[in-house]
């Protein structure tokens, strides 16, 4: 679902992307790590405020294949330091 279809959607409502990673052994898998950049969170909560109602998400959520893929939602905030390239 992510690889095939979220990424374009990421980029459409601006979600700016850094990076993406699967994780491949442990606990709590399938588990999927992703990084955003925006210029403060003014900026953040605009375009996540896009991402819910986009036309191709609303597509893709009620497809039977992808229910019940997610379980948990870990959010956490990072502040890039003066040497950042962020």
């Known amino acids: 679902m992510f690889n095939e279809s979220e990424f374009s959607i990421f980029d459409e409502v601006g979600l700016h992307s850094v990076f993406f990673g699967e994780k491949i052994a442990g ?11 925006f210029k403060d969170m003014a900026e953040r909560d605009v375009n996540w405020a896009k991402f819910g109602p986009n ?23 990072l502040k890039p330091l003066s040497y950042s390239q962020l």
């Open 27 to 37: 606990p709590q898998m399938p588990c999927l790590t992703y990084l955003l950049a």
């Open 55 to 77: 036309p191709e998400w609303q597509r893709i959520v009620k497809l039977p294949e992808y229910a019940n893929t997610v379980s948990n939602i870990y959010r956490v905030f």
